[in-house]
């Protein structure tokens, strides 16, 4: 149970209450699940694209919400997608190098 | 002038050292330092991309995952990103007894991870699959093992910072040295989050 104080508190420091954290945990645990049965279920050509696309949502969901990106300063944004991007481009690079995505 | 003087120290012991961003140095390292984790695992992720399919005469990926075990394993982590972010919440309320538990239990859930790692590397190793079986084998130990040394790391972190808020040896913001903890675990849990889809879930 959270007081109107703790409920203040809690969104001046993070933007989030304790049960705004707990909402977040479930949809990710629930996006964990779909995600495990794509092993089960036969999703066609969908199963790909489906999956990256539940990764990237878990992805920026715990960025956002449990880092505090989304109510943090810009700068740290930038700190790390910067360092992101620059992973995700020279390691895309170096695959295609390699003709990783020519099937 | 003088006034300046005698109050900036004064924020800086309550705040963190702020830099002249106005933003704690800390986190600023702390965000810098996660984004060059990136290129880490970048090269460890695309690694083993390259070379998954590469098996020589070891066992394939898809015969030896289980993937009911990892999911429990991915569920137990993502839990435990939940428990640490209660950790700072509670710091924040400068909470120190929900602080210590919040942070207990994640060091625990971790711990749980780490254990699952080495009984899935025990029953792979015991299935055929070594260190230099394949290509296959070395990316896979690679990228699972770093990712497992970070885990580990990260509850020796949790478990000393639990002992010195116990002893209460933290001189500057508590709440901030909680959270920067918090950004490690929180980092680990999103690099398993890509390893569990790219190299659990995705075949070969």
């Not at chain 1, 203040?8 to 954290?21: C, F, T």
């Not at chain 2, 070395?138 to 990260?154: A, D, K, Q």
């Amino acid at each position: 149970m959270t007081t109107d104080t703790e409920t203040h508190e809690d969104l001046h420091e993070h933007g989030m209450s304790d049960a705004g954290y707990i909402k977040i945990a479930v949809i990710l645990a629930l996006i964990t699940a779909l995600e495990v049965s794509t092993y089960y279920v036969d999703f066609g050509p969908l199963f790909m694209p489906a999956l990256l696309i539940m990764m990237v949502v878990k992805f920026v969901m715990v960025v956002s919400y449990f880092m505090h990106l989304k109510f943090d300063s810009k700068m740290f944004s930038f700190l790390f997608y910067t360092g992101l991007g620059l992973a995700i481009f020279v390691y895309c690079t170096f695959l295609a190098t390699f003709k990783f995505f020519i099937a | 002038m003088a006034d300046i003087a005698t109050h900036e120290p004064d924020h800086a012991v309550d705040h963190g050292h702020h830099s002249s961003t106005g933003l704690s140095n800390n986190k600023l390292a702390m965000w810098l330092f996660l984004g060059s984790e990136c290129l880490l695992f970048g090269g460890l992720i695309s690694t083993y991309m390259l070379y998954r399919g590469r098996v020589q005469n070891g066992p394939h990926p898809s015969q030896i995952y289980d993937i009911p075990f990892t999911s429990v394993s991915s569920f137990v982590l993502l839990m435990s990103s939940l428990s640490m972010v209660l950790a700072v919440s509670s710091a924040q309320r400068k909470d120190d007894s929900k602080t210590n538990l919040w942070l207990m239990i994640t060091a625990l859930l971790g711990a749980t991870f780490i254990g699952g790692q080495v009984y899935e590397f025990t029953t792979f190793y015991r299935e055929g699959l070594g260190f230099t079986t394949s290509l296959f084998s070395s990316s896979f130990y690679s990228l699972t093992g770093f990712h497992g040394v970070h885990v580990s790391l990260g509850v020796v972190m949790l478990l000393s910072l639990r002992g010195i808020i116990k002893k209460g040896k933290i001189t500057g913001d508590k709440a901030e040295v909680v959270e920067l903890i918090g950004l490690y675990w929180h980092f680990v849990d999103i690099v398993w989050i890509i390893i569990f889809t790219l190299v659990y879930l995705i075949p070969s």
